[in-house]
Structure formats: structure tokens, C-alpha cells
């Protein structure tokens, strides 16, 4: 296995051991330090490996870091006009 892809395994454990402690800011800080982290090692999986395989290291990541994902889908929604907030 290339050290790409050992980063993106020892990646994903600190990730999911992250997830079981405990935290005040439900995680938020943890997962800034994990997409900081998380960009080159993907660069580095494709450089390596191609884009199918960095693709899939991607998909992983994003689930790992569904909410940030998530929130960032919605504030491109709402900052170009393509989805609007439901309406209560």
C-alpha cells in the first residue's frame, strides 16, 4: 500500500476517534483541523492514484464530514439564488 493511502487510512481512524470524544463546540473545531488536514492527503491520493481513487477517498472524507458539507451546500444555495430557504 503507497503512504497516500495509509495517510487516508490513519486519516479516517483519527476521524472516527475524534467522533467519540466528547467536545463543547459539537465538533466544529475538530472538523476544521480535518479538512485542513484532509485536502493535500486527497491531492495526494490522486496525484498517486488517479482521480477515480481520489474521488472515492473524497466520498469517504465527505462522509466522515457530512455536516460541514451539508451547510456548505446550503450557503452556496442561498448565496447564488438556486435554493431558497423553505418558508415557515
Not at 483519527?14 to 463546540?25: E, F, G, I, K, T
Amino acid at each position: 500500500m503507497s503512504l497516500s493511502l495509509i495517510l487516508a487510512c490513519l486519516w479516517a481512524v483519527v476521524a472516527n476517534v475524534l467522533a467519540m470524544l466528547p467536545s463543547r463546540d459539537l465538533h466544529w473545531r475538530n472538523a476544521y483541523v480535518l479538512i485542513a488536514i484532509g485536502i493535500p492527503i486527497v491531492g495526494y491520493v490522486t496525484a498517486q492514484h488517479g482521480p477515480w481513487l481520489g474521488l472515492l477517498v473524497l466520498a469517504g472524507g465527505c462522509s466522515v464530514l457530512r455536516w460541514p458539507v451539508i451547510y456548505l451546500g446550503r450557503w452556496v444555495g442561498r448565496t447564488t439564488g438556486w435554493r431558497q430557504e423553505p418558508a415557515e
